[in-house]
């Protein structure tokens, strides 16, 4: 077998290994939530990268996320790539995002944008909840691996599908360090 013929072949079976694992890691063994099951709350623990669902202060449903790029400190200003922390609702959905689906958190609220105008800066806006870009989503739970979101936070798609079925505008939502 010729150098070139040996490299094919590691390479192809390296190729094979990935797809194997990506399978693996993205099936889900946990079963769906019920039809009809409403949460009323969102916990985002940043620290612990984990997003959680409740419904009358009962945990529902828990997700690892990946976060913004820019590390776990509080989002300061547009641009940073943080994710903000504090108090805040669901506000909008968007069905159309370029990630799929799209919940977006009501950042910056008036004590946002009143810190962020003292420091002669620009609070920045649209956090979202969201699945992974469009026509990307077979990265699944690999996405894990790295914060890579512009300050949202992300989970698998197919998550997201159910975080949006299950998740009215309106919601409260709570992020922590």
């Known amino acids: 077998m010729t150098r070139r013929?040996?490299?094919?072949v590691a390479a192809s079976a390296l190729a094979i290994a990935c797809l194997v694992l990506l399978w693996t890691v993205n099936r889900s063994t946990i079963p769906p939530l019920p039809d009809g099951t409403t949460?009323?709350?969102?916990?985002?623990?940043?620290?612990?990268?984990?997003?959680?669902?409740f419904s009358d202060g009962m945990e529902i449903r828990s997700y690892r996320v990946s976060l913004g790029r820019g590390g776990l400190a509080p989002?300061?200003?547009?641009?940073?790539l943080l994710v903000p922390e504090g108090k805040y609702r669901i506000e909008a959905r968007n069905p159309a995002s370029a990630y799929h689906l799209s919940l977006k958190i009501s950042y910056p609220?008036?004590?946002?944008r009143a810190a962020a105008h003292a420091r002669g800066e620009s609070a920045g806006s649209n956090i979202m909840i969201h699945g992974i870009r469009n026509g990307f989503g077979w990265f699944g739970r690999a996405h894990l691996l790295v914060d890579w979101t512009?300050?949202?936070?992300?989970?698998t798609n197919g998550e997201m599908r159910e975080v949006w079925r299950v998740v009215p505008d309106g919601t409260a939502v709570e992020i922590r360090p």
Do not use: P, W
């Open 39 to 53: 949460a009323d709350f969102i916990l985002i623990e940043k620290s612990a990268h984990r997003m959680t669902l």
């Open 109 to 112: 609220d008036a004590k946002d």
């Open 150 to 155: 512009a300050g949202c936070i992300a989970v």
């Open 5 to 8: 013929a040996g490299i094919s």
């Open 75 to 80: 989002k300061r200003r547009e641009g940073d």
